[in-house]
Structure formats: structure tokens, C-alpha cells
């Protein structure tokens, strides 16, 4: 029989061999050895201190205590373990690169770990710390895996029992000012409404599907497509989080180890009511003057009594006699407060320049707030409602009782709410023609206008 053929049979043979020495039940996991001397000699602190802007190697002999709170057993964490300084409400954490499957058989959430942390590299990515071996990338020293046979070598498990791990409970609000690769827990929570009807994950591909709190600020889930998890449906309902804080950059994210992680069991948040509407916001004064048309703008005041978010809001231009809106500012990332004004630019810098202080919002060139003084605005509300209105829409300004060309339109002071039709004896206007009862008179800037001060 030629070699070849014997060759066929061996690995059957081997099989053969290893059913008749090791019994099913024989089977155990790999060894947690633990080691009862150990003691950290520095701190979380201190380590992170270590790090300088780039990848650095420790070369100091220096152990610090830390407590597991990944798990890979179900799949969505891959060659990771993350590590945090306190096994109750943690501050600080770090993320661990290694070259090691199913870690979990070694180290479970809750155990106590010594890292031996002299010969790793410490680097930062992202805000989020990170140990491991290292290698060089186009130039640059990026953190990896430690090699499966140094594992030992860098992470010893403590004899201590496993602790209980308490998550730091927050908010999405305040999640600015948690450290990442902690453990934290977030609480009535769900899953946005265009996410209702997906899986966790695409099959074998890392997926983000968007929580959001009952205020609508928003975080991201994280989920590899290679969890056992990933094809589960995600719950509809309200509830409490638990994962692991791993923002990137500024954007909030959350890791979980498993389904378990989420408790959503209650009734979804109630539509959050986040558009408001009033008559106390209204023009107060625009500006075309005559020395500086890169100084125009348009003034808003509020008498009212509450602050206003003006999400949804928006101030129309339609230039000379149109009937269409020729540009629009959207509003609806201002907010004012009771008896306030905002100030919106064409021009930031040179209003800056030329008035002492930066407006509130750029409008840009040709917009409602660069307006040549026959033109006609419109302040509506969110609801598609006119609240406020400067100027007669279809009918050009010039010479009109609505022109301010080279001048001023201000709203006088009695004048408290909007008004949908407009009102000539509601306004003072400045021009360069005097015609319909307006005041003959260019303004010059900075020292003929007033922005952020109702007059």
C-alpha cells in the first residue's frame, strides 16, 4: 500500500484514539489558576498618566488591580477583554488587546485581575485606553494583541471570590462625563421608532441601531453580526440598559455581552412635545446701512414670560415684490429667554468687527437678514403659522411705508406681540427717499443702530 493511502486513515485512527482515552464527561474548561500574593503598586490614575500623546511602552515593574466586566461568550466582543478600576460605581477603564478566544472560560465578569503591566504598550484611541502588544502602521505605533503564550505573563487572576458588579447608573445627558470602558446601566430607554423591526445586527457585519430616553437624546448600540444574538428581533418596549461605555470621539456607545443586558419590559416613552408656539417673539429691528452693507442683520425680541426653544421655527425673505420666499433662516437651533433679543447676521465677522460682539446667529449673504431695504419678512412658527410679518409680501418696498433702504426699520417700543399683517404705525423706518410718511434719514453703523437692545 503506497504512503498516500496509509495517509488516509490516520486522522479516522486518531479519532479512534481519543474517543476510547477521554470520556464526554471528563471534559473540563481550562484552568482559572489564581495567585493569593499579589498587590497593585500603582493606579488607574497613574497609568493613564503614563500615556504622552502617542503609544508608549511601560518599563516600569508596576501592577495594578482591576475588575473584568466583558464577557465574549456570547460573541460580540472578539480577541478583548475590558477592565475596569472598582467593581461598584467605576471611573476609570481600560481596554485590553489579546490573542485569545472564548476568554471568558478564564476571566469572568466580576473577577479580580492583577495586570503586570511593565513590557505592554499604553495608547489612546478615540478617548478610549488601551493595553496590549504593539505594531507599526504606515510610521506609527499602534496597540494590539498580546500573543496567546504572554497572556499569562501580563494577567494574573486574583484567589479573591468574584465580585458582584455594580454599574454606575447615569443618564445619556450625562454620559459627557463618564470615562469609557466602564459599566454603566441607563434607564427608560428604548430603541427608536425606525429601528422597531430590525435585528441587533447584519449577519457579519458590526451594526449601530439608535436608542434614544424619554427626552430624545439619542445612543448607539453596538452589535457584531457574529454575536449569537445578532438576529434576534430587538424589544419594542421601555427599559433599563446595562453594557459597556465605549463612546467614539464625542458620539455615545454602548456595548453589550448579551441579550440579558436588557430589561425592557414597560410602555414605551410618550411623544415628547419639543415645538412651541407664541405671539411674544417678534421683529424688533432691521438693519441696511448705509456705510456697511456687510453690517446687515435682523433683531428678534421675546416678551415673553418662559424661555423658548425655536425648533421648528423660521424667518422668510421675499425679495422685492415676490410671492415666493426667496431665502429662509432656519431658527431651530436658537433658544431665548424672557425679554431677550437674538441678533442675526449676514456677515459674523464683520459684524463683529463693526458692532463689538458676535451676533447670535450668520445668516450668510442673500438671506432674510441681508435684506437691501425693499424687501418683505415673514417670522412663522412650527405649525406653519405666521406670527409676525414686516412688509406687505407681493408689493416691492421702494417708496413704499415699508422701505429702509440704506436704513433702519425699528419696531417701537409699545409693540409686544407679532403681528400677521403689517402695521405701519407698529414701526419707525429710515431710508434714503422719506416717501409714505418714513423718515428721510441714512443710518450709518455702528453708531444709528442698536442690535441686542430693544430700544
Given amino acids: 500500500m503506497s504512503p498516500h493511502r496509509n495517509n488516509r486513515y490516520l486522522p479516522f485512527m486518531m479519532m479512534l ?41 511601560i518599563l516600569e515593574d508596576l501592577v495594578v488591580e482591576v475588575y473584568v466586566i466583558s464577557s465574549d461568550e456570547m460573541g460580540n466582543f472578539f480577541n478583548t477583554i475590558h477592565l475596569q478600576d472598582k467593581a461598584s460605581n467605576p471611573t476609570k477603564g481600560f481596554q485590553m488587546e489579546m490573542d485569545l478566544r472564548d476568554s471568558y ?45 504572554a497572556i499569562g505573563k501580563h494577567l494574573e487572576k486574583s484567589c479573591d471570590q468574584e465580585s458582584e458588579l455594580v454599574p454606575f447608573v447615569t443618564t445619556i445627558e450625562d454620559l459627557e462625563f463618564q470615562n469609557a470602558n466602564t459599566l454603566i446601566t441607563i434607564e427608560n430607554i428604548e430603541f427608536s421608532e425606525e429601528e422597531l423591526g430590525k435585528t441587533y445586527a447584519v449577519a457579519e457585519e458590526m451594526s ?40 467614539e470621539d464625542e458620539l455615545p456607545q454602548l456595548i453589550i455581552r448579551a441579550q440579558a443586558d436588557l430589561n425592557f419590559d414597560r410602555e414605551r416613552c410618550k411623544d415628547l412635545i419639543t415645538e412651541f408656539t407664541t405671539d411674544s417673539l417678534l421683529i424688533s429691528e432691521i438693519a441696511d446701512p448705509d456705510n456697511a452693507s456687510s453690517a446687515r442683520f435682523v433683531e428678534l425680541f421675546y416678551s415673553g414670560k418662559d424661555s423658548l426653544s425655536l425648533k421648528g421655527w423660521h424667518l422668510d425673505r421675499y425679495t422685492n415684490g415676490n410671492t415666493a420666499p426667496g431665502s429662509t433662516i432656519d431658527l431651530s437651533s436658537l433658544s431665548i429667554y424672557a425679554g431677550n433679543t437674538l441678533v442675526l447676521a449676514s456677515n459674523a465677522v464683520s459684524f463683529e468687527q463693526i458692532y463689538g460682539f458676535e451676533p447670535d446667529l450668520e445668516a450668510g449673504l442673500n438671506s432674510p437678514a441681508d435684506s437691501n431695504g425693499d424687501d418683505n ?16 409680501v407681493g408689493e416691492d418696498g421702494s417708496g413704499t411705508d415699508h422701505e429702509f433702504e440704506d436704513g433702519r426699520a425699528l419696531r417701537n417700543a409699545f409693540v409686544q406681540f407679532g403681528n400677521p399683517v403689517y402695521t405701519f404705525s407698529e414701526w419707525t423706518l429710515y431710508n434714503d427717499t422719506g416717501g409714505a410718511g418714513t423718515v428721510n434719514q441714512p443710518q450709518n453703523a455702528p453708531q444709528d443702530f442698536s442690535p441686542g437692545i430693544r430700544d
Wanted: net charge neutral.
Fill in 208 to 247: 449601530e441601531r439608535i436608542l434614544i430616553d424619554c427626552n430624545d437624546l439619542q445612543l448607539v448600540l453596538l452589535t457584531s453580526g457574529y454575536s449569537d444574538f445578532s438576529q434576534e428581533k430587538l424589544p419594542e418596549e421601555m427599559g433599563t440598559i446595562t453594557g459597556i461605555y465605549y463612546p
Fill in 377 to 392: 419678512l415673514v417670522l412663522v412658527d412650527p405649525f406653519g403659522n405666521i406670527i409676525d410679518v414686516f412688509g406687505v
Fill in 105 to 149: 472560560l478564564r476571566f469572568s465578569p466580576g473577577d479580580k485581575v492583577y495586570i503586570h503591566l511593565q513590557g505592554l504598550y499604553l495608547g489612546r484611541s478615540k478617548g478610549i485606553y488601551k493595553l496590549g502588544s504593539a505594531y507599526t502602521s504606515f510610521g506609527n505605533l499602534i496597540v494590539g494583541r498580546i500573543p496567546t503564550h
Fill in 17 to 57: 484514539i481519543l474517543s476510547a482515552c477521554i470520556r464526554s464527561d471528563d471534559w473540563k474548561p481550562p484552568s482559572r489558576s489564581c495567585n493569593t500574593d499579589l498587590k497593585s503598586n500603582t493606579t488607574f490614575q497613574s497609568v493613564y498618566d503614563l500615556y504622552q500623546g502617542s503609544t508608549t511602552k
